[in-house]
């Protein structure tokens, strides 16, 4: 009697890869162009910002996020120091399932009397890792040049977080403060 043997070989396929993204100004004119795009409904819906300052915003936004700069943005309507309507935009590395979403549909129809419009920028920690001279260097070549203070407190209302934006491994998450 022959005896037969068989031996079973399992293999296991092991993948991996390595993907390296440069984030360059293309992309963050993408993404400033996105934000600027929600200033410019923004400036429809409400009278602000005024429409030939959306121009300086895209620059400053670009020059900023094409160096890493930017930890979140954020711009809309405060009465007495609380916001009572706002979008706020936090920058980030852009994950694996991240999507691209339109810009617009804002909150229309919001009762902004008595507000005042706010601009607020907050700067990486990337931007705190340059000295004084590059910082200086980089403030020249901007439109403008932002003073220094505090965002908003929330007034009486709640946030929700509506879309994300995303180029060369960079998300920027949009969230709106609107109120009840």
């Known amino acids: ?18 993907l390296t993204t440069t984030f360059t100004r293309t992309h963050a004119k993408y993404l400033a162009s996105k934000v600027v795009a929600d200033l410019y409904q923004c400036s429809l819906l409400y009278d602000r910002p005024a429409p030939d300052s959306l ?21 809309g309507f405060q009465r007495y120091d609380n916001r009572v309507l706002s979008w706020h935009y936090t920058v980030s590395p852009a994950g694996d399932l991240e999507g691209d979403s339109r810009s617009g ?46 965002a908003p407190l929330d007034g009486s209302g709640y ?16 969230r709106v403060f609107r109120p009840w």
């Open 1 to 18: 009697m022959l005896a037969v043997r068989t031996r079973t070989i399992l293999w296991e396929l092991e993948m991996s890869y390595t």
């Open 105 to 150: 549909n804002l909150a229309r129809a919001v009762d902004i009397g008595n507000a005042q419009y706010f601009n607020f920028l907050a700067y990486s920690v990337a931007w705190s890792n340059l000295s004084a001279d590059e910082r200086e260097a980089i403030q020249k070549t901007l439109p403008f040049q932002r003073s220094s203070g505090s």
């Open 55 to 75: 121009a300086a915003y895209e620059e400053e936004l670009t020059t900023l996020l094409a160096g890493g700069y930017v930890d979140t943005y954020e711009f």
């Open 159 to 174: 946030w929700i977080t509506e879309h994300g934006y995303s180029a060369g491994g960079v998300l920027i998450t949009r």
